[in-house]
Structure formats: C-alpha cells, structure tokens
C-alpha cells in the first residue's frame, strides 16, 4: 500500500523499514525527516517529552527507537525534536528519563549544566542548523556538583584544576540561594536558560515562535521531571 510517507522511505533506502513492519507499528514514531510525528513546534516536543518522562516515572517505559531498524533509519541522516541540556551525573541521562531513542535528542551534558561558549555553540548546532523546536534545561536534585560547589563557597576554600571553574560559573545562583542547595539548581537553571535566551542566534528563533526553551527539574526520588521557567 503505497502512500506518500511509504513512497519517500523507499526513495531513501529504508526498503528494510518497511518489510519489517513500519507501517503497522503506528504507536512509535519512526522519523525519518520531519514526517507528521516528528514534533516540529516547541510545544509538541515539550509535550512528547513529558509523556516519555510520565511513563519512565511510572516504571512503564516503552524504551522506542532503540533497534536495529531505527539505527538503520537514521544512519545517514538526524533531526530530532529537543535538546536536552543536563548534568553528568550517572542518574539522569536523557533519553532514559524522557524515554526516548536513538536520533531523538541532542544530549548535551557537563557538571551541573554549566555552560561556556563551547557548551553554547553544541546547544545551538541543533537550533540553529537542523531547526529543532526546543530546548530544555535540566537541573536535577541533589547535584553533586551544585553540592561541592556551596560546600566552597561557604567555606571559602578553592576546588583543583578547573573543578574551581565549575564553582566559579555557580556562584551567582549560591549567592541568589543563600546557599540553599536545592533553591541553587533551581535558580542556576532559571539563569541558564535566560543566558540562552539572550543569545544572538537562539533570541531571534523565539521571537519567530520556532524555538522555546524551558528550565526544568528532575527528582531522583520520583523520577518525574517539572517545568521550572
Ligand atoms: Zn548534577
């Protein structure tokens, strides 16, 4: 039966997909380009987002886009619906608590979500040169990093090599904070996602409607994520 989608898959080599049943499994969104269930406006990715993180929180994900059909899918080319910006810690990798796959998310991580203008240029490659809709900036509870981070700056003590740069990007949420850990990611993630907002290539995007960024929180305890700006 072939339809349009059907038409354009075999057109670029995804013969294989739909032998092996692409058509049917309508509930997984198989995205090869910016077919109709790939999120294309910010709100539909924050929303797909959710729901992933809903069923990951309630201990029935689905796990998608984690075969070997998706590997082939998107082989030769990418374009996913968020950027997830969110620390290293071994407890919050992205496409496991959003509950997505392969070619779903650019994950782009560092200790407590810090940002420089390395870190910026990988948020915005996205953005920027593939449109995706949305960016999220994912503070989570009880960062290690935010942790050592106050510990310093009350103390007053300096961290070895560049852990003290870490330290030094977080110092205006502590102060904000008053050293209240939990109030710093909070607050450290407001900021974060305002510094994005004001940059030159992302500001002009929102302002267009093509692009939103959004600061969360992810809770170790529950595994749920909420908005926070
Ligand atoms: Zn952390």
Known sequence: MPNK???????????????????????????????????????????????????WAA??????????????EVAQKQDPYAVVVSCIDSRVGPELIFDAGL????SVRS???TIDPLVSGAIEYGPVELGTPLIVVLGH???????????ALSEGTRLPGDLQRIVEDLRPAYKSARGDVDRMIRIH??????ELKDGKLLG???????????????????????RVV
């Open 59 to 72: 201990g029935a994900a689905i796990h998608p886009h984690q075969d070997q059909a998706r590997r082939s």
């Open 103 to 106: 070619g779903d998310l650019f």
């Open 189 to 194: 993630t407001t900021r974060t996602v305002a």
């Open 5 to 55: 989608i059907f038409s354009r898959r075999t057109m670029l080599g995804a013969t294989g997909l739909a032998a092996g049943g692409l058509l049917l499994d309508g509930g997984a969104a198989h995205g090869r380009t910016r077919d109709a269930r790939r999120p294309a406006a910010p709100d539909e990715a924050w929303a797909k987002l959710r729901e992933g993180n809903r069923r």
């Open 141 to 151: 509870q009880r960062c290690g990093a935010v942790t050592a981070a106050a510990h």
């Open 111 to 113: 200790a407590a979500q």
């Open 204 to 226: 002009p995007r929102i302002a267009r409607g093509r692009l939103k960024i959004v600061g969360a929180y992810y809770s170790l305890d529950t595994g749920l994520v909420s």
